[in-house]
């Protein structure tokens, strides 16, 4: 069945690096491709997606990549601060129109951003 | 921007109470809405897909007796979870998506924490 890899499950960095989370998807038909971040308690935030036809997009100091060919597709975060620490989630869907397309999501990735 | 509102966020009860959860899209209609199911440390876990007017979807081992799902309007979908024990005790969480083409984000309500005692 689908099935989205995520990693690393947990990610520390300094205030101020980079911060970058991996996913691979099985399905090839996948063609939308959206992150979350989740703060405890909470539910997931939408903060960046892409779609099939675009290999990167950019909001300030979030990115993200999609390679197709390879099934793969990242999430960049450059300028880390300790408020971005929390777990994020990538996740694939294949859309229909006019319809939501369930998600599919990886497992998760703890980010702590040391001050 | 579109919120999603779930309702309670927590509750507490004692084993064999049903307990009905509410989720609202407060500014979209919403045909299809979706329900998760997450453990502690763990990922989301789609339970069902809900549809307006019509039955629900409900993902593999995922009990539909147990899990009554009714979507009854444009903005509002129900998970009502039947007879619950200890080992229902979760964090559920619904999600949302505007009507419209494609490109639309599923939006997320903020969960209600299920504890069966």
């Known amino acids: 069945g689908e099935n989205v890899e995520q990693h690393p499950s947990t990610l520390s960095v300094q205030e101020g690096d980079s911060a970058v989370i991996k996913c691979t998807y099985s399905?090839?038909?996948?063609?939308?491709f959206p992150w979350y971040k989740q703060e405890l308690g909470k539910g997931p935030q939408l903060i960046i997606d892409?779609?099939?036809?675009?290999g990167e997009k950019k909001d300030q100091r979030i990115a993200v990549t999609l390679n197709k060919t390879a099934k793969h597709f990242s999430l960049h975060i450059t300028e880390t601060q300790p408020e971005d620490s929390a777990v994020y989630f990538c996740?694939?869907?294949?859309?229909?129109?006019?319809?939501?397309?369930?998600?599919?999501f990886g497992q998760g990735t703890e980010l702590s951003v040391k001050p | 921007g579109a919120v999603v509102s779930q309702h309670p966020s927590r509750v507490i009860c004692k084993s064999g109470t049903s307990v009905k959860i509410e989720c609202r899209s407060l500014?979209?209609?919403?045909?299809?809405m979706f329900w998760y199911r997450q453990f502690p440390k763990q990922s989301l876990m789609l339970m069902a897909t809900s549809n307006e007017g019509s039955k629900a979807t409900y993902e593999q081992g995922v009990e539909k007796d147990k899990f009554l799902i009714n979507h009854a309007s444009l903005t509002l979908s129900t998970l009502t979870v039947t007879s619950a024990h200890p080992e229902d005790s979760s964090f559920y969480i619904c999600?949302?998506?505007?009507?419209?083409?494609?490109?639309?984000?599923?939006?997320f309500g903020d969960g209600t924490r299920l504890s069966i005692l």
């Open positions: 892409i779609r099939s036809n675009v």
């Open positions: 399905d090839s038909a996948s063609n939308y």
């Open positions: 500014d979209f209609q919403a045909t299809t």
């Open positions: 999600s949302a998506s505007r009507d419209r083409g494609l490109g639309q984000p599923q939006h």
């Open positions: 996740a694939a869907s294949k859309e229909i129109y006019n319809q939501g397309g369930k998600l599919i």
